[in-house]
């Protein structure tokens, strides 16, 4: 524990202190902390972008609703791991305009079961993958490359795109009970 704190002491500017929080977050993966201390806001994902790069990490990025957690969203998430800091999260709103009854688990529910999150209200989390850049962007199979939002910015900054839709498992699922 004393290493860890003294890690993010060092990391800091001049003589400083290590918040409980901080040194939480230096021991424990990211899939045991709560739900508020997950979510980033994208005011503050420059500071985690710089030290996350710094420490040598690839910042991957993957995104979805993630709504009601299936075999897809695993194998997705389990893909990204290695490569994947940052999730991007569609807001309630966001999941709302996706259909009727969506979302079925609010956002702060959606981010208990993943990793760091940044939940973003647009449709689309483009904003997010051109301010972000990541080195890989993760998406679920059934999309051709050219499909894929963001792979152009991806691209062009010499990142890759890995592939691996709830909404088309809502449909089925709903579909299959009338």
């Known amino acids: 524990m004393a290493n860890a704190a003294a890690a993010v002491a060092v990391s800091k500017k001049g003589t400083a202190v290590v918040a ?5 977050r230096k021991i ?3 899939a045991f902390l ?3 201390e997950k979510i980033i806001a994208t005011s503050s994902d420059d500071k985690y972008l710089l030290d996350w790069r ?3 990490l690839r910042v991957g990025f993957a995104n979805g609703g993630f709504d009601i ?3 897809g969203h695993v194998k997705v ?3 990204a791991r290695g490569a994947c800091v940052i999730v991007g ?3 309630d709103a ?4 996706k259909g009727e009854g969506r979302p079925v688990h609010n956002e702060r529910a959606r981010s208990e079961v993943l990793a760091v999150v940044v939940i973003f209200e647009e449709d689309t989390p483009l904003n997010l993958i051109t301010h972000m850049k990541p080195s890989v962007l993760v998406k679920s199979g059934g999309y051709a490359r050219e499909q894929v939002i963001g792979h152009e910015v991806v691209s062009a900054n010499g990142g890759e795109i890995e592939g691996f839709s709830t909404t088309s498992h809502v449909r089925r699922a709903r579909e299959s009970h009338r």
């Open 28 to 30: 424990l993966p990211h």
């Open 20 to 24: 409980s929080a901080e040194l939480r």
């Open 77 to 79: 998430l389990t893909a």
């Open 89 to 91: 999260l569609n807001s």
């Open 69 to 71: 957690i299936r075999p």
């Open 54 to 56: 710094k420490q040598g």
């Open 34 to 36: 709560a739900a508020e």
């Open 94 to 97: 966001s999941v709302t305009r």
